[in-house]
């Protein structure tokens, strides 16, 4: 089987930036995105989970996106400026996809 390689970029943000994130992928001509809900987990500021919380202020969620090279190189340029100001992580992995041409 025929194998293209992509670019998967995996980004966590606060759900609050959803809207901010998906129109910025939107106008750098992301064809297609996941977006998962994230349960929980730990990082700078320790750990922390959904579980429990009052509202909705605290959740985050994970984009996952499959695209080009070139354009991994924008997003991740784009989008670091958003996780900058803002809770995130954000990162580039290699990877074969069969449909290359979908990405």
Not at 14 to 20: F, G, L, N, S, W
Not at 49 to 56: D, K
Not at 60 to 86: P, Q, W
Request: charged share 25%; proline share 1%; aromatic share 2%.
């Amino acid at each position: 089987m025929q194998t293209v390689h992509r670019k998967r970029i995996e980004i966590v943000v606060e759900a609050t930036q959803r809207r901010r994130l998906t129109r910025l992928l939107d106008e750098l001509g992301v064809t297609g995105y996941t977006i998962l809900p994230v349960m929980g987990g730990r990082g700078d500021s320790g750990e922390w989970s959904r579980e429990g919380q009052v509202s909705a202020a605290g959740e985050k969620i994970m984009l996952v996106c499959i695209t080009s090279a070139e354009r991994a190189d924008a997003v991740t340029t784009a989008v670091h400026e958003l996780v900058a100001v803002a809770t995130g992580v954000i990162s580039v992995a290699d990877v074969q996809v069969v449909r290359g041409d979908k990405f």
